[in-house]
């Protein structure tokens, strides 16, 4: 069987920068992982549950799927009969906590270390548990609860009430035993694992949506509930930072919502591109669904007719300056894939080799040709391209694996209304 267009209700977005390749999961508990053109493969959890969170151990064709029944699942890619199949390796289920409800370990952030050798899972409870990979073993000896950061904290913040679930957990680009822990509350903390001790406290008291480090790791972004992003420096000396250095909402003034996931990547050029989904006026674009790309005094809204699933950037693994300079922005809403070329300027929309999203209603009847001949084929590709002249002329950036399909010999139409 083939399947064509774009998958039923997508839940969750995943990217390996090294094999270039990219995972959709759906609702249905589907995984399906795109390569270049051609290349596809689709694997099915087996209940019927949500995927969440996907995850890419990077440059292994590993990766860690997360249910909304909190069960974790690693997927492998493996080289059967000289091609390659998606199948389930394994599966865990964090452990309940005795006579706490079982919400206090659901699972809300999942961060791959860079060795991929463990995983940090923060909870719903503010704990951070952490798996070895690939045996999904639970490291005891690793668990992080909420009373020990508490205990670090000036008494003033503390006042009684809890930092709430971990909303993000990040690792240190450059120390890789050291993670940023970033809470409802707005409170962020660098973790040193060896030492086990908080290195620095970040006194956010904004609620907390999403956290990214900037590749030189003097700095970091958080996003949150008010539709506003701050900046702030990771010092060396000082353990507690009380105010950003930054602190804007691109939006406002008027009440604005919440910023959802926000990335900060770095240009040969010296103006970063900020990155962000959500961040809107209530009143006036409530209803919208909006991601934005900011650098230096340019300015893009992109406004899209169904709901912000996820989106990441596609950089250049080695730069020569060290900076990220993104190459396309690629992201999923509910209804269709969209990539945008970053690199050249008014920032166009990059055609889509796969993943069409076929009709914007229901499918009433289809009716298959075969043997289409190349001139009648040539001149509807060039309908198609007259239709759409403001499309990027760049290739499509994820152009991982190897499609080992011989070229049809003979060319077939599907016709929808």
């Given at each position: 069987t083939v399947e064509h267009g774009f998958p039923n209700q997508p839940s969750s977005l995943a990217f390996d920068p090294i094999l270039q390749i990219m995972a959709i999961g759906a609702k249905s508990g589907a995984v399906k992982i795109y390569g270049a053109p051609g290349v596809e493969f689709t694997g099915l959890h087996k209940d019927t549950a949500t995927v969440t969170q996907m995850h890419f151990l990077p440059g292994q064709g590993r990766l860690l799927s997360l249910l909304d029944d909190n069960t974790l699942h690693l997927w492998e890619l493996q080289q059967k009969d000289g091609s390659s199949q998606l199948e389930e390796a394994r599966s865990f289920i964090l452990p309940g906590r005795p006579g706490s409800p079982p919400s206090i370990t659901r699972i809300t952030v999942i961060l791959v270390s860079a060795s991929c050798a463990v995983a940090g899972l923060g909870t719903e409870g503010g704990g951070v548990y952490f798996i070895q990979i690939p045996s999904l073993k639970l490291l005891e000896e690793k668990t992080l609860l909420q009373d020990e950061i508490i205990q670090s904290l000036p008494d003033d913040y503390r006042c009684g009430k809890t930092l709430g679930p971990v909303e993000s957990l990040q690792e240190h680009p450059r120390q890789c035993g050291k993670i940023l822990i970033g809470y409802s509350r707005g409170?962020?903390?660098l973790w040193d694992q060896e030492s086990r001790r908080a290195e620095h406290l970040f006194l956010g008291n904004q609620q907390l949506e999403s956290v990214f480090w900037e590749r030189d790791s003097s700095s970091f972004i958080s996003s949150h509930s008010d539709g506003g992003y701050m900046v702030w420096e990771v010092?060396?000396?000082s353990s507690t930072t009380l105010q950003p250095t930054t602190s804007k909402i691109p939006y406002g003034p008027f009440p604005c919502k919440a910023i959802n996931k926000i990335q900060c990547r770095?240009?040969?050029?010296g103006n970063p591109y900020v990155i962000f989904s959500g961040g809107m006026p209530r009143a006036?674009?409530?209803d919208?669904?909006?991601v934005t790309i900011q650098q230096g005094k340019n300015l893009v809204t992109l406004d899209f007719t169904s709901r912000v699933i996820d989106f990441f950037t596609v950089c250049p693994l080695k730069s020569e300056d060290g900076s990220d300079n993104p190459t396309a922005l690629v992201v999923l809403v509910e209804e269709e894939l969209v990539v945008i070329d970053l690199q050249t300027p008014g920032?166009?929309?990059?055609p889509s080799p796969y993943l069409a999203p076929l009709h914007s209603s229901a499918i009433t009847c289809a009716y298959h040709?075969?043997?289409v001949t190349l001139k009648l084929w040539e001149r509807i590709i060039s309908a198609g391209e007259l239709q759409n002249p403001h499309l990027?002329?760049?290739s499509w950036p994820i152009e991982g694996g190897r499609n080992l399909a011989e070229e049809p010999a003979q060319r077939g139409l599907l016709l929808t209304g």
């Open positions: 409170l962020v903390v010092t060396a000396g770095s240009s040969s050029s006036s674009y409530g919208r669904h909006c920032w166009p929309t990059i040709i075969s043997n990027s002329p760049v």
